[in-house]
Structures are given as structure tokens and as C-alpha cells.
């Protein structure tokens, strides 16, 4: 009998390692076919946003720009994406692990956003102050973006997007007279701010267009009959494509589209505008919060941050109300720059000092450099403060930290060192090319990803600034506070704005009461939440759910805790959901519990 049992007991660890081998071979297939799949999806993806395909730094579409305001296009993107969907729900999420079924999870998630997105009529409002082609097609026709101009095909791939352009502009006028019949339009406030930037680039003579930057700057490798070539090309492209474009834009604003604009300002005042808030709301968390829940979270950080404002007042030895050292802020000469060239060199010299501070809390870095540029003078009225644009994993393009020069007043020196943090190092430029740089990622998630992390994130950030040292002096701790207060109200304004009926007019005065932050910044402000509904939402929401990870696992390990571990962690995925985030950090914490 005992041999008997013993045979019984070999024949079932038989079977099951018979099972568990053919699982793993399962699982193995699987995942084979997800890695395909991937592979096939962002390949198509390109064609379709050949923009996104330049931005990473893949030229073969670098001469496309698509109608992806019509019809047509807009029906492709949404069969796309409902086969894409069909195609990955064809394959067992039950037979895949760890990356993979991130990956799925992701995946899947990214195309029923987007699909749920098609009930909204974006398209009828394709332009305003702070986003748009016009906007953007001057940055790559400037030369100074993403658009490359070193080679005689770099140049002759811009004049096909230069016809591609025209078409997109004539098309946003017809969805905009769409709009107008359906009672779907931008308030007029935003719309009076596109004005001078059409204007900007109707222009007599095309060498003093922005569009002729290439040509004054072309390699001198390119010459002789190709030089003559294309400077005449680019002269006649300005002159009869590119200034009409413009033109017919502006006259059609001014003219029929102002006039029809609302005097509202909310989202919700759409036509289905509350739904529409509140998708924004959550695509732009990634969490099921409520406008009020986050009314409310924002009210509560406005009153926490005054408090350690007050310290800060306290330990510069300023006596008087919090109003009063805001005026005084705004007002001392010794807090701001005079000249441009000034604040951006003052950029560069930080950016040394904050890389050599960074391996205290990092271990992990990205490859690729970032240089300092001010904002085009075009767009810096109208512009943020500062922003940053990515470079390409191969290094062939830098990442770009611009920073607004046209009112200096709005650029204090101590605010400084939590706006580079921000825009570059730890923040947007150390995180998005760290994902762009793991080649085990699909490319879906190397060059994907949402507001909610990557502003969470570069938040988050700026909270490291006094742990690494950075922010020792009193007024530049108040820099910090102070960039903090900003997107504290942004929570309290643009809710208040597109959910609980605010006038502009009452945003603008609660930011300038409760801030530093000089008025044509507040303005600027206000008005991109107008234009850009829910997306200043991320930042605070994304902060809090990693500072909430940062501090469950601080609890939980104790002397254990490693801030460089932790911060890998959250970096080596990509940009993921926040919702995503949680369930992979707290997988995280148990394997090092785990693990000792």
C-alpha cells in the first residue's frame, strides 16, 4: 500500500507540473500575442497622428498633416479604436502577469476613455486662446520645436504639412459655423485672445514671418540651386498658403464667430456640459472623484498652505497681514529680473545645482539633456508661465523647458527653484524621459500617459525641494508654498467656474486675494481653465495620490523605507492611471514586506 501511495502521490505531482507547464506555455503564448499586438497598434497609430510619430523622433511621416478635424478622419479615429478593443479582448487576461497585465489593464482602459470621449463635440471647438493649430503649427514652422529642418528632405517635408494646414484651417472654420448652428462655442472672452495671435502671422512680407525662421537658419550643407530652391518655395508658401490661412481664420473670428460667441463661460453651459464636466473631470484624474469632493480637497489646501505662508512670514520677520507680504512680494524690486536673457541664464546656472542634488533621493536618471528656451514671442502673451516639451529617446532632439519672458514681473527669483524642479529636473523632463527611455515598455506607454501622473508627479516633486537642500532660504521655500497655493485654487476655481456657476470675474479676484501671483498671471490662469476644463485638476490630485503611496509605505516599512526604491518604483511603468497606480504600488509594498 505504501508503495502504492507513494506511486499515487508521483503520478499526481506529475500531473501537476504537466499543468503547470502547459499554463506557463499558455501564459508565454499569450503574452506573444499581446506583445503583437502592441506592436501592430502603435504602428497604425502613427500613420494616423503622424505629429505624434515626428515627436518621437520617427521621420517617416514628417511631410503628413491630416484632416483630423473632419468627418472622415474622426469616424477612422473611432472604427480604430473599437477594433483595437475588440482585438485585445480577444486574448485571456487570466493567462497573463506582472507587465503584461499592466499593459492589458492600460490598454484597455486608454481606448474606452477615448471612446467615451466621441459623445462630446470637441471638434466644434478646435481653437481658442491657449490651444489650437494656429498655435501649434508656428511652433513647428519656427524651427524651434519638434519639427526638423537639418536636411534638404527636413525641408521639403514641412511644405506638405505647409497644404496640410490649410485644409485643417478651412475645416476648423466649418466645424466652427457648425458649432454656432448647434449652440456648441467659446465664450467670447477667450476668443478676443485669438485675435492678435492670427494676426501675428498675417504678415506683408514672408521674411518677417515666423515661417521663415528655417530658411534664415538653413545648414549650410544645403546650397547652390537647392538653397535658391527652397527659399523661393518657402516664400511662396507663406505668401499664398500660409498668411491667407491665417487671414481667413481671423476675419471669420472677428467677423461671424465672435458675435455668436457666448457670454458664459462654463463648460456645464454646453449643450450636455454638466456630463461633459464631469468626464472631463475624470479623464483628467483618472479617478472617480466629484467636482465637489474636490471643491472642497482644494478649499482645505488653500487654507493648510496659508498657515505654513504665515510661518514663512514669521521667520523673514514681516509683520503684518498675509495680503499685506503678498503686495510686498510683488512690489520689492530685488525679487525680479530685468532682462530676459537674465532669467533664462539664472535657469541654466540651477540646473546644475539641482542635478548634483538629485542622487540624495534618486537612483535612477533619464539619458537625455534639456536645454532653456523663452517662450515664442508670438504665443508668451497669451502662454503659461513656463512648460515643457519632450525630446526623443535617441537624444537626436533635447527636452525643452520654456519659460515666459514677456512680463518679467510675473518671473520672481525666489519662485525659481520649485518652477525648474517642476518643468525639468526631478519633474516633467527627469520623468517623461525615463519612460521614454525603458525599451521593455510597449511604445504605447513609453510615449503615453496623462495629465494626473505627469503633473501629479512633477508636484510631488516640488515637494522635494527642501529634502534635497534646494530650498533652504525662507523666500524660496515660500516659492514652493506659493506654486503650491496655485494649484490648491486651481482645484477651488475650476470647479467653482464649470461646476458651481463662478463668474471669471469672481475666479480672477479669489486667486489674486489668496495669492502672490501678479494679476496678468492670474488672468492668464483663469482663463486657460476656461479653455481647458478639468486639466488643472491633475496636478493636486496627482500629488496626493503619490504622497499618499510615499506614506503608506513609509508606515509600513519604517527604518526599511527607501526613498530611491520608492521613487523608481513609481517611475520604471510610464505615466500610468492613478487608479492604476494604486494597485501596482501597493504590489510594491508587499514584496518589500516581503522581502524584509
Request: charged share 25%; glycine share 8%; aromatic share 10%.
Amino acid at each position: 500500500m505504501k508503495n502504492l501511495s507513494g506511486i499515487v502521490a508521483a503520478l499526481a505531482a506529475c500531473v501537476l507540473m504537466a499543468g503547470a507547464a502547459a499554463a506557463q506555455t499558455e501564459g508565454a503564448a499569450e503574452a506573444a500575442k499581446l506583445h503583437q499586438l502592441f506592436a501592430d497598434f502603435f504602428e497604425e497609430s502613427l500613420e494616423l497622428n503622424p505629429i505624434q510619430a515626428t515627436a518621437i523622433g520617427d521621420p517617416r511621416y514628417n511631410d503628413l498633416l491630416p484632416n483630423f478635424l473632419g468627418a472622415e478622419s474622426r469616424a477612422a479615429g473611432e472604427r480604430f479604436d473599437r477594433r483595437w478593443l475588440a482585438q485585445i479582448q480577444k486574448i485571456d487576461r487570466d493567462l497573463l502577469s506582472g507587465q503584461d497585465r499592466l499593459s492589458y489593464d492600460i490598454f484597455v482602459y486608454n481606448r474606452e476613455i477615448s471612446l467615451e470621449g466621441n459623445r462630446f463635440p470637441q471638434h466644434l471647438i478646435p481653437i481658442n486662446q491657449m490651444f489650437g493649430l494656429h498655435s501649434f503649427f508656428a511652433q513647428l514652422g519656427s524651427g524651434g520645436s519638434i519639427q526638423p529642418f537639418a536636411t534638404e528632405k527636413n525641408y521639403r517635408d514641412f511644405l506638405g504639412r505647409i497644404a496640410g494646414f490649410a485644409v485643417l484651417m478651412d475645416q476648423a472654420v466649418a466645424n466652427m459655423r457648425d458649432g454656432i448652428e448647434l449652440g456648441v462655442v467659446q465664450p467670447k472672452p477667450l476668443m478676443e485672445k485669438t485675435l492678435p495671435q492670427l494676426e501675428a502671422h498675417v504678415v506683408d512680407d514672408a521674411t518677417e514671418s515666423v515661417f521663415y525662421q528655417p530658411i534664415q537658419n538653413m545648414p549650410e550643407e544645403i546650397s547652390g540651386d537647392v538653397r535658391e530652391e527652397l527659399t523661393a518655395a518657402y516664400a511662396d508658401a507663406i505668401e499664398n498658403v500660409i498668411v491667407p490661412a491665417y487671414a481667413r481664420m481671423h476675419d471669420f473670428i472677428r467677423d461671424e464667430y465672435l458675435p455668436a460667441c457666448r457670454e458664459t463661460i462654463a463648460l456645464s453651459e454646453q449643450p450636455d456640459g454638466e456630463a461633459w464636466y464631469v468626464f472631463q473631470v475624470k479623464t483628467m484624474t483618472t479617478t472617480d472623484l466629484t467636482p465637489d469632493e474636490i471643491h472642497q480637497f482644494g478649499l482645505d489646501e488653500v487654507a493648510r498652505i496659508h498657515a505654513e505662508m504665515r510661518q514663512v512670514m514669521k521667520d523673514v520677520g514681516f509683520e503684518g497681514e498675509l495680503q499685506d507680504f503678498f503686495r510686498h512680494l510683488e512690489q520689492e524690486d530685488r525679487f525680479y529680473f530685468t532682462e530676459p536673457a537674465d532669467l533664462v541664464a539664472a535657469y541654466y546656472a540651477l540646473r546644475d545645482e539641482i542635478d548634483a542634488a538629485l542622487p540624495q533621493m534618486f537612483d535612477i536618471f533619464p539619458k537625455a539633456a534639456y536645454e532653456v528656451k523663452p517662450v515664442p514671442e508670438y504665443m508668451a502673451e497669451s502662454s503659461a508661465g513656463a512648460f515643457y516639451q519632450p525630446g526623443t529617446p535617441d537624444g537626436s532632439r533635447p527636452g525643452v523647458f520654456f519659460v515666459n519672458t514677456f512680463n518679467l514681473r510675473a518671473q520672481p527669483k525666489f519662485a525659481m527653484r520649485t518652477l525648474s524642479i517642476h518643468e525639468a529636473s526631478p519633474g516633467h523632463h527627469f520623468q517623461i524621459s525615463i519612460g521614454q527611455e525603458v525599451e521593455a515598455l510597449p511604445m504605447f506607454r513609453r510615449f503615453g500617459g496623462g495629465s494626473a501622473y505627469f503633473e501629479g508627479w512633477a508636484l510631488y516633486a516640488e515637494s522635494l525641494g527642501k529634502g534635497l537642500g534646494l530650498l533652504d532660504d525662507p523666500y524660496d521655500y515660500y516659492g514652493r508654498l506659493s506654486d503650491e497655493m496655485l494649484r490648491a485654487m486651481r482645484l477651488v476655481v475650476d470647479t467653482g467656474m464649470h461646476h458651481k456657476g463662478w463668474s471669471r470675474e469672481r475666479a480672477i479676484e479669489y486667486m489674486v486675494t489668496n495669492s502672490s501671483i501678479a494679476e496678468s498671471d492670474v488672468i492668464s490662469e483663469v482663463e486657460r481653465y476656461i479653455a481647458f476644463a478639468g486639466q488643472a485638476l491633475a496636478y493636486k490630485v496627482g500629488q496626493r495620490v503619490i504622497s499618499e503611496l510615499r506614506a503608506d509605505a513609509e508606515a509600513a516599512l519604517g527604518d526599511a523605507f527607501d526613498i530611491k526604491a520608492f521613487h523608481r518604483a513609481v517611475l520604471i511603468d510610464g505615466a500610468l492611471p492613478l487608479n492604476v497606480l494604486r494597485v501596482k504600488m501597493g504590489e510594491w509594498l508587499e514584496a518589500q514586506k516581503a522581502a524584509g
